[in-house]
């Protein structure tokens, strides 16, 4: 049994803890919070759980690393820390263990990370034996794996478009919609997420990906937007109040241009409110869905709809995420140490699982 360590509790922290519990292979052998109320719970609960796993949250980092897990699922946000995130994982990976996580944007595609942050990870491994697999969490196997498996169904392929379809008042992180993607701000102010080269610097790794996957010579990566003010005033279950005239609706693209064209595209189409912006992209069902269209012969176009936590959208495709990730623990502890992208880590199936309830 491989034992791994849980780090954040939050929206992928609880779903992590979750895989963890139910994978065949791995042992939940410790969870690290940081907010002190947390501290002692067993971490079934803080996961959500109907019964306890027998393992307490801990706010000690250096106990942690030090009782020598082979594997961390680090799960703590990287949107607005992202130094203290690396730093974090830096530390796992020189304790020699396997890290995986969806907090480095850079490491999507690693090839194309900052020279100076790849040295650093690579100087870990080298230094602790450890090794980092990064996938996104908006989930990573939609904008790699999955369209770029769905392309070799096709005879030929003119655009790869990957789409994120949601209403964001399902998505458990009030700040991050309210504040850095803007819902519900005047449309004059300018939401971090949004900022000219900041989707590019979050999503061009995983374009890069597909391209070199694919064969493909980028020119370039652009970038498109698109805001929508909402029409009246809204009242949502999850979140409360969004003010007529403040934004409802977001819509970008972050464009791999080949050729002089756009041919590989990840898209998010966002909401606030059904009722904004009826015009772009809808969800075939309920309150978002994840896409792939593969414009070419054939026409191709699968969507996923995923569901947890009492059948929210936004924590069933966090869940896809963290599976992507733990499912890969036991494959990349076989595996020398190293620094490794989605193309290296195989999507296999759930051996073992079938038919298991969790804990």
Not at 6 to 32: D, E, F, K, M, Y
């Amino acid at each position: 049994m491989i034992a791994t360590l849980v780090w954040g509790t939050g929206n992928v922290g609880r779903a992590a803890i979750r895989a963890v519990a139910a994978h065949p292979a791995l042992t939940l052998s410790g969870v690290l919070v940081h907010d002190p109320k947390k501290v002692g719970k067993d971490a079934g609960e803080l996961a959500g759980l109907d019964t306890g796993v027998g393992v307490a949250a801990t706010d000690d980092i250096d106990a942690a690393l030090a009782a020598g897990p082979r594997a961390v699922v680090y799960a703590a946000s990287g949107d607005i820390r992202p130094l203290e995130a690396f730093t974090d994982i830096l530390r796992a990976i020189r304790a020699g263990a396997v890290v995986v996580t969806p907090a480095l944007y850079a490491f999507y595609d690693h090839r194309s990370a900052p020279a100076d942050l790849r040295e650093q990870v690579l100087e870990a491994i080298a230094a602790g034996g450890g090794s980092l697999f990064v996938s996104g969490i908006d989930p990573g196997w939609g904008n790699d794996v999955l369209p770029l498996l769905v392309t070799g169904l096709a005879s030929t392929v003119e655009v790869v478009r990957c789409q994120e379809i949601f209403d964001y008042t399902t998505y458990d992180q009030p700040d991050s919609v309210r504040y850095l993607v803007g819902m519900g701000q005047p449309m004059d102010y300018q939401p971090p997420m949004l900022a000219a080269g900041v989707p590019t610097m979050v999503w061009g790794g995983q374009i890069r990906l597909m391209a070199r996957a694919l064969g493909a010579e980028l020119d370039e990566i652009r970038e498109t937007l698109d805001r929508r003010a909402l029409d009246a005033t809204v009242s949502t279950d999850r979140m409360g109040e969004f003010e007529a005239g403040t934004q409802g609706a977001v819509r970008f693209e972050v464009q791999g241009i080949i050729d002089g064209e756009p041919r590989i595209v990840i898209e998010h189409v966002t909401r606030i409110h059904a009722s904004c912006a009826p015009d772009w992209p809808t969800p075939p069902t309920g309150d978002g869905a994840h896409r792939v269209i593969i414009e070419g012969r054939p026409r191709i176009e699968v969507s996923i709809e995923a569901t947890d936590e009492d059948g929210n959208r936004s924590a069933g495709g966090n869940a896809t995420a963290v599976g992507r990730l733990v499912g890969a623990i036991d494959w990349l502890t076989a595996a020398d140490p190293g620094l490794y992208d989605a193309l290296d880590v195989p999507l296999r199936p759930a051996v073992g699982i079938l038919g298991k309830a969790h804990p």
